[in-house]
């Protein structure tokens, strides 16, 4: 599925939706260049489960738990990643394949370590037509 953003209202409001319709042990990664919108994504998504708390991408702590909505939420930033070893460290396991619902940012920097039934979200520009303008989509596994 495609949508356009013309605002980042737009693509907050997209990820509130997917983040309302989230079920227990989703996965999706987030890949789009710097400055696309997707942590104004995220913070959507994190809306649409309930958490009221201000949401910042993890880029130094690598992921962020916040438990107070309806389901667990698990926002990972994995810009830093040096090698996707490093996410052994973490317990990445527990969280991919767990009971909440995990948002990994520059996931294909660990595209190795995925879970294959992960849905894709990629956000890229078109400056030709408008700053804001984003396009988003949403690639479910087997699409």
Known sequence: MEYESLSAGDTFDLGEKIGKEA???????????????????????????????????????IMQVYEEGRLPFFHFDVYRIGDVSEMDEIGYEDYFYGDGVCFIEWADLIDDIIPKDAVRIEISKDLSKGFDYRKIKIIKPGE
Do not use: C, Q
Request: without cysteine; glycine residues 18%; charged residues 20%.
């Open 23 to 61: 079920v227990p042990g989703s996965v999706y990664t987030l890949i789009g260049d710097l400055g696309v919108g997707k942590t104004v994504f995220v913070k959507g998504v994190a809306k649409g489960l309930g958490i009221e708390d201000d949401i910042v991408s993890p880029t130094f702590t």
